[in-house]
C-alpha cells in the first residue's frame, strides 16, 4: 500500500497532483451541460461533478470550479436561470471530450453536436444524448475555501430510452450506454454487478431480479 | 424516447421516484465513510454523492442528505471533524450495502468489516478496502430548499495499491477494484475504454498510452 500525507501534495507537480487527487475519490457520473445566454449564444461543457441531492422535490446539483473554460456554464446558468444535462456515450465520446478546450464559437458547432430544444426550457440539449435533464436553477452555495459553486437545479424534465425503465423505477443506464468518467481524461464503461434488496439488519441482502417495463 | 415532465413526479409512488431521480444522474463513486463519536462509538455508511472539489489545496465533498440513517455520520463529523473514504468492492460489497440497515451497534461490528487506525485521524478506516481518504472538515453548506448537507473536507492523507499510480499521477482504480454505483442499490465494474489527451481547438483528442510507476 502506497501512503502519500497531505504535506507532499504542494511540492508535486501541477498536472500529477490534478491527475493523483480527481482520481482517488473514484469514479464520477459524466454530462455535457447546456446553457444559453441572453444574446442565444449557447455552450457545452463537459462536467463529472454532478450529484443527486433529492426526489422529491427533484433536485440534481452541479459543482462549478473557479477558474476553469467552464465559467461560461455558470454566467450562462446565472442570466437564464435554466441548464441541461445529457449523457455521454461511445459515439460521440471524442466530440464531448473536444468542448473541454478553449473555443471562440460555440462547442455545438466546433464540436459537430446537435443542438435540440425541447418547449420547456430555453437551454440546448444534445441531441446525440440519449439520456436528457432539464433544470431550472433553485439555489447557489460558493465554498469558502476555493470559491467553487454549487449549482442546485430543480428538474423540469427527464428523457430516456424506452427500453431502459424498470418496473420499480431504476432506470438501466448501462443498456442506455453512458459512460462513466475516471479522473481528468479517463472514460470507462460499466458491467454490471448485482442490485441489491434493502438493507435491513435481520438478514443478509440478496439479489434483485426485477422486470423490464415494455 | 420517453419523456417525462416533472408535473408527473409527485404522483409516483414514493419508491419508484427515488429510483428513477436517484439514478437518471448517472453512475456515482461508492464509498464507506468512517466516523467515530466523542465516545468512541464507531459508524460506517455507504455514500454515492462524493465529489471532487479541488486538488490544491486537496478538498473533496460529501453529500449528506436529511433524514436518513446516515444522519450519524453528519453528527460524528461535526463531533470530531473528520471522516474517512473507503472504496468498494466486490469482495466485501454484501458488507459494504448492509451498512445503510438501521443498526443499533457500530456497522463495523454488525457487518463483520475491519475498523484500522492511521496515526493522523481519530476516525476508523475500512481495513478491507485499498484506497482510502482520510479527511477533515472545513465547512458545511446546508441547501435551503430541502436541508442536505454538503460537507467540505481537507484531505489529510491518501492510501492506494501500489500497482495502481501512472507515470503522470492518474490512478488505475479500476485495477485497485473500486467498483461504481447506480441509483440506490446498483453495483457495477467497470471497463476502460479510452483516456484521451488534453483538449485543444487544433486537434482532435488522441489516445494517452501512459507508463505504470513500479
Redesign the interface.
Known sequence: ??????EA??A????????????????????LVGTINLNKQTNLAPF??????????????L?V?PHTVSRHTLENILETSVFT?N?VR?DF??QS???????DESEFK?CRLTPWY?T?LTAPYVAEA??R?GLKL??T?T????K?V?V?G?????????NC??A????D??KAG???S??L?????????????????DR??SL?QLDLVE
Chains 1, 2 share one sequence.
Open positions: 500500500m502506497q501512503h502519500i500525507l497531505s501534495f504542494p508535486m507537480e501541477q498536472r500529477y497532483r490534478a491527475n493523483l487527487l480527481n482520481c482517488i475519490s473514484g469514479f464520477k457520473s459524466l454530462h463529472s461533478q454532478v450529484m443527486h441531492i433529492g426526489a422529491d422535490p427533484a433536485l440534481i446539483g459543482l470550479r444535462l449523457n461511445e465520446l471524442l471530450h473536444h468542448t473541454s478546450a478553449r473555443w466546433e425541447s420547456r440519449n439520456v435533464i433553485v439555489e452555495h465554498l469558502k475555501t476555493n467553487t454549487l442546485v430543480a428538474v423540469q424534465e427527464i428523457m430516456f430510452p424506452r425503465l424498470m420499480d423505477g431504476y432506470l443506464m448501462e453512458s459512460l462513466t475516471l479522473g481524461d479517463s472514460y470507462h464503461h460499466t458491467q454490471a454487478l448485482a442490485r441489491l434488496s434493502y438493507a435491513k439488519p443478509l441482502p434483485l
